[in-house]
């Protein structure tokens, strides 16, 4: 086995280059997946990539690396319509996988109940992939392509998450069976922008763990703009707002119920981040 430690992001893509090698950032999902089993014979770890790391201006957006963790974006100073993120960020299992694991970890994992996604789908981010042959970006709702699978290359490291201006406030909303170290069951998160008279001017909502892939819901999205003032956006989410949804029987829930939590969920995280008090 081969374990190398480079110290820039042009070494590391260059580690890259003959496509054999796992990536290593937090290890929260790597080593859990190898418990009785052998490591990958190559391992290329970004720990010391501190360019990987950090939240920044990009523009009137946000710039979040690759490698920073889900402590570093719960503590960070964000306008409110990152909110969801930073709520969700202090549900990722316990402190010390929050203190270990990587919003770039989270993504690349593609789990379906991973819960950095939805809040990152409603901000209407992108991610930045880097090889040795440059960077490109691809919308986040196009870079999770199904369960367990991204459009990530095996040259490619995934070394930012871009954010464009975003206004509002945004709200993350998680069913489980207990506060922490749990998968979800199912979640949701919503970012709604409200205009000057005090009803919705705008939304972007998405739910996780019910489909093999967290996705936006442009129907009720549409049908919540421009809700009248004082009508909690709740009271419009209706079956057939998840009927697009393919959620799995397991161990942790039953599809049937995955699919009503979903709307008693989503009906929460909208009037969260529309300004009404839980009801």
Same mark, same amino acid.
């Given at each position: 086995?081969?374990?190398?430690?480079?110290?820039?992001?042009?070494?590391?893509?260059?580690?890259?280059?003959?496509?054999?090698?796992?990536?290593?950032?937090?290890?929260?999902?790597?080593?859990?997946?190898?418990?009785?089993?052998?490591?990958?014979?190559?391992?290329?770890?970004?720990?010391?990539?501190?360019?990987?790391?950090?939240?920044?201006?990009?523009?009137?957006?946000?710039?979040?690396?690759?490698?920073?963790?889900?402590?570093?974006?719960?503590?960070?100073?964000?306008?409110?319509?990152?909110?969801?993120?930073?709520?969700?960020?202090?549900?990722?299992?316990?402190?010390?996988?929050?203190?270990?694991?990587?919003?770039?970890?989270?993504?690349?994992?593609?789990?379906? &109940? =991973?819960?950095? #996604?939805?809040?990152? /789908?409603?901000?209407?981010?992108?991610?930045?992939?880097?090889? *040795?042959? $440059?960077? %490109?970006?691809?919308?986040?709702?196009?870079?999770?392509?199904?369960?367990?699978?991204?459009?990530?290359?095996?040259?490619?490291?995934?070394?930012?998450?871009?954010?464009?201006?975003?206004?509002?406030?945004?709200?993350?909303?998680?069913?489980?069976?207990?506060?922490?170290?749990?998968?979800?069951?199912?979640?949701?998160?919503?970012?709604?922008?409200?205009?000057?008279?005090?009803?919705?001017?705008?939304?972007?909502?998405?739910?996780? &763990? =019910?489909?093999? #892939?967290?996705?936006? /819901?442009?129907?009720?999205?549409?049908?919540?703009?421009?809700? *009248?003032? $004082?009508? %909690?956006?709740?009271?419009?989410?209706?079956?057939?707002?998840?009927?697009?949804?393919?959620?799995?029987?397991?161990?942790?829930?039953?599809?049937?119920?995955?699919?009503?939590?979903?709307?008693?969920?989503?009906?929460?995280?909208?009037?969260?981040?529309?300004?009404?008090?839980?009801?």
């Amino acid at each position: 086995m081969s374990f190398a430690q480079p110290r820039s992001l042009e070494e590391a893509v260059s580690l890259l280059s003959g496509g054999a090698a796992t990536l290593l950032a937090g290890g929260t999902d790597l080593y859990p997946a190898h418990v009785g089993k052998p490591l990958p014979r190559h391992v290329v770890s970004l720990g010391r990539v501190t360019e990987l790391r950090g939240i920044s201006r990009q523009g009137a957006g946000f710039r979040l690396g690759g490698a920073t963790t889900w402590s570093e974006i719960a503590a960070a100073s964000l306008p409110p319509a990152f909110d969801a993120l930073r709520q969700a960020a202090r549900e990722v299992g316990s402190i010390q996988i929050q203190n270990r694991g990587t919003i770039a970890g989270n993504l690349c994992n593609a789990s379906p &109940a =991973a819960d950095g #996604v939805p809040p990152l /789908l409603a901000l209407d981010a992108a991610v930045e992939l880097a090889s *040795a042959n $440059g960077t %490109r970006q691809l919308p986040l709702s196009e870079f999770i392509t199904g369960y367990r699978r991204t459009a990530r290359q095996p040259d490619e490291i995934l070394s930012a998450v871009i954010v464009p201006p975003s206004a509002g406030r945004s709200a993350f909303v998680k069913l489980g069976a207990r506060r922490y170290l749990v998968i979800s069951i199912v979640m949701a998160a919503a970012c709604v922008e409200m205009a000057p008279d005090g009803s919705i001017g705008s939304v972007r909502v998405a739910i996780g &763990a =019910a489909s093999p #892939v967290a996705q936006r /819901l442009p129907q009720l999205e549409r049908e919540l703009a421009g809700l *009248a003032a $004082g009508i %909690r956006p709740s009271s419009r989410v209706a079956t057939r707002h998840v009927e697009s949804l393919r959620p799995i029987d397991d161990v942790r829930a039953e599809a049937w119920y995955r699919r009503d939590a979903a709307i008693h969920v989503l009906g929460a995280a909208l009037d969260r981040a529309a300004g009404f008090e839980s009801s």
